[in-house]
Nanobody
Framework: QVHLVESGGGLVQAGGSLRLSCAAS????????MGWFRQAPGKEREFVGG????????YSVDFVKGRFTISRDNIKNTVYLQMNSLKPEDTAVYYC???????????????????WGQGTQVTVSS
């Protein structure tokens, strides 16, 4: 089982930036795809973007609108989510997740991932 820990969340003004980190430990060899999800108050957890083991990246156009960037550092076993031009609508708990079954698929649904972090709070003020 892969253990995931998110960090980097906090309070930021609209238009500002944050970089979230997701550090993986344990059976990292099976973390083929890493995904980012977010859940706002009263909303369902939704896909933000992900990166496959081979380096392919997929974003949610509806949510990201080109403002977020995902990267992966294999040496540090860490995945990043760079968030720029933040809006109050981006306020949510952000989660990272690992797909331990597929090499190339970047799933957009929660059930397509096997391991989850505890989440990190991102709050964007007006």
């Amino acid at each position: 089982q892969v253990h995931l820990v998110e960090s980097g969340g906090g309070l930021v003004q609209a238009g500002g930036s944050l970089r979230l980190s997701c550090a993986a430990s344990g059976r990292t060899f099976s973390a083929y795809t890493m995904g980012w999800f977010r859940q706002a108050p009263g909303k369902e957890r939704e896909f933000v973007g992900g990166v496959s083991w081979s380096g392919d990246i997929r974003y949610s156009v509806d949510f990201v609108k080109g403002r977020f960037t995902i990267s992966r550092d294999n040496i540090k076993n860490t995945v990043y989510l760079q968030m720029n031009s933040l809006k109050p609508e981006d306020t949510a708990v952000y989660y990272c997740a690992a797909d331990q079954k597929h090499l190339r698929r970047i799933g957009t649904l929660q059930e397509e991932y096997d391991s989850w972090g505890q989440g990190t709070q991102v709050t964007v003020s007006s």
